[in-house]
């Protein structure tokens, strides 16, 4: 107060200043000191990270290089990354660690010198559970297994393990008794085995006609008198004219009578097949059942009187076109994906999923393999004869197109694989009349058509490439027109594609099928009519 007369004292702050004058170098516990490595060496015993890797030699780190990393080390904008090789079980378990506790092992860090040991994130949690990841198992989890166990060591000690000689007679007993019921159980299965094997549907046709041979004794296959070619020049059809429709499931291909086309042959994934007729009443002439699953393809010879088939139960049937009798049948050990019936020898050859191409010949027993063509790496998807049939052209799954000399399996001609090829599941050669075609028109999963040359040199001709469909997952059968001039093949959402073939430009677009349009071929004598198929069921007719 004022009359007391005592001063009030004033405090005062005082701040002191420490001055270093040598510059921080860092590694102020001397981590680097004792894992110093001379410059000669080329191992290092821990693992340092890149500071000290980097880290200068002699004097401070530059003050100009942020981290004092030289940008050249630089990797990433925080610094530099490094690669560690950890097992995906061991990431997951610490990523899953990390998420649920707050703490996961740093797989770069030198538990030597690391003063957290290896470890990142929550280090309270981490002392406090003992390092404990969630794999592992808790003080309960040990406990409940330490239970579980006494009680089976219980039951076990309470079961009389020595046997009396009458006890062990009998169980003996029982042991042969299962012996032979299992050993019964494999025979029945191998006897099923050999049976599935076999063929064993009994081929059947049924004729649909009024008569098989007319007055004059002309049989129903015989080309029509008045049928003969008519215009070279093709022209684009323009809407549908008939529909033929007498399958119960999705039609997969259609096939033209040789050369005059009056004729024509479809299976389905009914398990039928069936052959139409395109110029008088246009009506189902024969049905053929010999397939117990779907049919894949159908191949006629080259006259037209025989037929070969391949179905998904691994069977491929030789057929006589007019009398609907199965003259041969094989099984094979793949499903067949494409057959063809050789022009001159008339050899079957079928490509299958075991990634062979097969060969058999219909006048030799059906257990003989004439020969396997054997390289591919996947199923066997086209099988094509160019060259005067001399050579045969065979794409697989395995994105590969090979080149075969006729007659020799062992290896083949030529091997195409480039790494920008997909599969190419349907092959169509260009029209020739002496089976040596110019181009192979190959169906590429990538939503292309590729055009390959079959001169002296076989190579791709990159001028031509047909696109603007979509194809991805179906085998689209490619046509071509008989003059060559222009180019047709379905598309997975039911439409037809008809290209110029100079310019390589879409013509027209043409709804066919609800569904996949997946065959599509053109006449070989009317050259403005093509017929098309898909998986709706429908084969129609197009002028």
């Known amino acids: 107060g004022e009359g007391s007369g005592s001063a009030v004292p004033i405090k005062k702050s005082v701040t002191t200043i420490a001055v270093k004058a040598a510059p921080d170098v860092g590694d102020p516990e001397n981590i680097v000191q004792r894992h110093m490595v001379h410059n000669s060496s080329k191992a290092v015993a821990y693992n340092p990270t890149v500071e000290q890797l980097w880290a200068p030699e002699e004097g401070p780190k530059n003050p100009y290089y942020r981290d004092g990393i030289t940008p050249g080390m630089r990797n990433h ?269 008339n050899m079957v050859f079928a490509g299958c999923s075991n990634k062979n191409l097969v060969q058999w010949d219909p006048r030799q027993p059906p257990e003989e393999v004439a020969q396997e063509y054997v390289q591919h790496l996947g199923s066997v998807n086209t099988c094509t004869f160019i060259d005067d049939y001399r050579r045969i052209c065979t794409t697989g799954d395995d994105k590969k197109l090979f080149l075969w000399e006729y007659g020799i399996g062992t290896a083949p001609m030529k091997h195409v694989a480039e790494p920008w090829m997909h599969s190419m599941p349907a092959v169509t050669p260009s029209p020739s009349d002496d089976g040596s075609p110019k181009n192979l028109l190959c169906q590429s999963l990538d939503n292309q058509i590729l055009v390959y040359k079959c001169g002296d040199h076989f190579k791709l001709n990159k001028k031509k490439h047909f696109v603007g469909h979509t194809i991805a997952g179906y085998a689209c059968q490619v046509g071509v027109s008989m003059d060559g001039n222009y180019v047709i093949s379905g598309d997975g959402d039911g439409r037809l594609w008809l290209w110029d073939w100079k310019s390589t430009k879409v013509y027209r677009k043409l709804k066919a099928h609800d569904g996949v349009c997946i065959g599509a071929i053109w006449h070989p004598i009317e050259s403005s009519k093509i017929a098309t198929c898909g998986w709706d069921g429908l084969i129609k007719f197009w002028d």
């Open 77 to 345: 904008l925080a610094g530099s990354m490094e690669k560690t090789n950890l097992a995906d079980f061991h990431f997951e378990e610490q990523f899953q660690t990390f998420n649920t506790f707050g703490f996961a092992m740093d797989p770069s860090a030198a538990t030597s010198a690391h003063p957290t040991g290896g470890m990142v994130g929550d280090m309270k949690m981490h002392n406090l559970l003992n390092g404990r990841s969630v794999h592992s198992a808790t003080a309960r989890d040990a406990k409940k297994r330490k239970l579980e166990d006494a009680a089976a060591e219980k039951v076990l000690a309470g079961r009389g393990t020595q046997l009396t000689e009458e006890e062990a007679a009998e169980v003996a007993k029982d042991m042969e008794a299962v012996e032979e019921v299992e050993t019964k159980k494999k025979e029945e299965k191998e006897e099923a085995k050999k049976k599935a094997g076999g063929v064993t549907m009994e081929a059947t046709s049924i004729f649909h006609g009024k008569k098989e041979v007319d007055y004059q004794g002309r049989t129903w296959i015989d080309c029509p008198s008045d049928l003969k070619k008519k215009d070279v020049q093709a022209y684009i059809p323009k809407q549908c004219v008939h529909t033929w429709s007498g399958h119960t499931k999705g039609v997969h291909a259609i096939r033209w009578f040789p050369k005059s086309g009056h004729l024509l042959l479809s299976c389905s994934m009914d398990t039928k097949i069936k052959i139409w007729d395109v110029y008088n009443n246009r009506k189902c002439m024969r049905t053929y059942m010999g397939h117990t699953k779907p049919v894949r393809e159908v191949a006629f010879s080259e006259d037209g009187l025989h037929f070969a088939s391949a179905g998904y139960d691994k069977v491929v049937r030789y057929w006589d076109t007019e009398t609907g009798q199965c003259l041969q049948s094989w099984t094979g050990k793949g499903i067949p994906y494409c057959v063809k019936v050789h022009p001159k020898e």
